[in-house]
């Protein structure tokens, strides 16, 4: 894993229709329309936040996180929206001695159902396996949660199994997760 391509300079990158980059304080009404919604973390580890400055502090914290290289956040933005922040995807829980990384990613409620997911994923599934020499790369989802397990699956993940009662998530309690794991072997394999 050549995780300095990840933690030396924040990296951003494009797709067809979005741009992935750091999330500024410029961004914070749009940051805050996804918090504010209860919906967009039903199937979250994530509590909504309903208050502004709540939120602005976040960015600070996106900021602290990414300093000492623990998870990277990026905001997904609509190009053809003006590059409108509208929704977020990050990587976490770096594990060097066998190159795994998890992800997780949410949008905000207007962009359900575009693709966008489906194409972040494969954006930032290209970047770690390519780019960052990542050997495996896993999302936990709730069971209930039909619309990120398609876009999982869309992008060549497959599903391991479920961890019952494996987890505390905040708001949520001691949930059970489906584990999704996409290998460097299997992506290599769709070309």
């Not at 797709?15 to 805050?32: R, T, Y």
């Not at 997904?76 to 590059?83: A, D, L, P, Y």
């Not at 990542?134 to 199994?161: C, D, T, Y």
Request: glycine content about 6%; charged content about 25%.
């Amino acid at each position: 894993m050549i995780i300095e391509k990840v933690f030396k300079q924040f990296p951003t990158l494009h797709s067809a229709n979005l741009q992935f980059k750091k999330i500024e304080d410029s961004h914070i009404q749009e940051l805050f329309a996804i918090y504010d919604n209860d919906k967009v973390f039903e199937y979250c580890g994530i509590i909504p936040k309903h208050n502004l400055q709540t939120v602005q502090k976040m960015i600070g914290h996106f900021e602290r996180d990414y300093t000492k290289k623990s998870r990277i956040k990026w905001g997904i933005f609509e190009i053809s929206q003006r590059e409108k922040l509208v929704g977020i995807i990050e990587a976490m829980d770096f594990n060097q001695k066998v190159d795994m990384v998890t992800i997780g990613y949410y949008l905000a409620e207007a962009s359900w159902g575009k693709g966008i997911a489906s194409e972040a994923v494969a954006t930032i599934v290209k970047f770690l396996l390519e780019e960052v020499n990542v050997n495996r790369i896993q999302a936990e989802v709730m069971p209930l949660n039909e619309p990120s397990k398609k876009v999982l699956l869309k992008n060549g993940f497959l599903k391991e199994g479920l961890l019952r009662q494996a987890s505390l998530w905040s708001g949520k309690g001691v949930v059970d997760l489906e584990i999704y794991g996409l290998l460097k072997g299997d992506y290599n394999l769709k070309d």
